[in-house]
């Protein structure tokens, strides 16, 4: 763990910010991508997979992988595993800057 410190420290962006405020044992750092990738889970099928990619020393989300047995609306749609990417940064009608990305696949596992 203290390794996974020291890199995160080298990357010149140590806070409570993501993906830092996640790291972990499964979290690889992969310097030839110079990608961050953490992972939560709830199980089997509840766990989320982020990839953040260092940009200018920053870390920008690249991709979001989703597992759950739930749609938006809250309907058991048994185990569903959905992809984001092409993120980009978006301003909502309050000013305030989030990050809006792209489902790029969906997968669902048949029972």
Known sequence: M???FK????????????PFDN???????????KTIKTHDSGGSCIYTESTYKIVDKIPRPHKIVIADNF????????????????????????????????LLSVWRQIK
């Open 23 to 33: 790291i972990d044992s499964q979290t690889v750092f992969n310097p030839t991508e």
């Open 71 to 102: 749609d938006v609306f809250g309907v058991n749609v048994g185990c569903t595993v959905y992809t984001y990417g092409k993120f980009k940064k978006i301003t909502d009608e309050n000013g305030n800057e989030k990050w809006g990305k792209e």
């Open 7 to 18: 890199v995160a420290k080298a990357l010149g962006h140590f806070s409570n910010a993501k």
């Open 2 to 4: 203290e390794n996974t």
